[in-house]
T-cell receptor, first 118, second 112 residues
């Protein structure tokens, strides 16, 4: 199984440029997330989605946008890139059973996308 | 709001030494608790979890016990190996919410 796949793995942007980080999962998970990881800061939640057509802000959403048109895909859009967005970005997914009303708790992560804004 | 506090790293140990990485949390209700591990150049992967008080999660020789009275979930291993060198994250998921809150991570380096 491919699991969670992110592209690109590395990217250098100039200030003001825009780009989209792609994320796709093949596990039929209903929940998907975007985190950023900064040195010594742990992971901060940017946006998350509980299903196709539904997205919500996390802790640090400013400067980013997301969409969830399908269960599989959850792209993260950076508009007008800034040096403060230099980070490693992780996409993750998880499954929640409607019958149980809660999920297993386990997040499945992609390998990360290292973005540098100069 | 929910938060997770981990001991600062890096932690450097000799092979076969005993490992403890402290983790305490603040959350409403009864959270589920997790330890994730990140090997160099990779994403995070679940190491172990506990969903209610006094539960013990275990995997690959690592253990952690959910202590509600001390709001802690310390990670332990009796004898570490060089291959255990990684960054370890404590995390929680509170109530019915799907958001997971992570600690800042603790880097472990095991030397032969």
């Amino acid at each position: 199984n491919a699991g969670v796949t992110q592209t690109p793995k590395f990217r250098i942007l100039k200030i003001g440029q825009s780009m989209t980080l792609q994320c796709t999962q093949d596990m039929n998970h209903n929940y998907m997330y975007w985190y950023r990881q900064d040195p010594g800061m742990g992971l901060k939640l940017i946006y998350y989605s509980v299903g196709a057509g539904i997205t919500d802000k996390g802790e640090v959403p400013n400067g980013y946008n997301v969409s969830r048109s399908t269960t599989e895909d959850f792209p993260l859009r950076l508009e007008l890139a800034a040096p403060s967005q230099t980070s490693v970005y992780f996409c993750a997914s998880s499954y929640s059973s409607p019958r149980q009303g809660r999920n297993t708790g386990e997040l499945f992560f992609g390998e990360g996308s290292r973005l540098t804004v100069l | 709001g929910d938060s997770v506090t981990q001991m600062e790293g890096p932690v450097t140990l000799s092979e076969e030494a005993f490992l403890t990485i402290n983790c305490t949390y603040t959350a409403t209700g009864y959270p589920s608790l997790f330890w994730y591990v990140q090997y160099p150049g990779e994403g995070l992967q679940l190491l172990l979890k506990a969903t209610k008080a006094d539960d013990k999660g275990s995997n690959k020789g690592f253990e952690a016990t959910y202590r509600k009275e001390t709001t802690s979930f310390h990670l332990e291993k009796g004898s570490v190996q060089v291959s255990d060198s990684a960054v370890y994250f404590c995390a929680l998921r509170a109530g019915g919410y799907q958001k997971v809150t992570f600690g800042t991570g603790t880097k472990l380096q095991v030397i032969p």
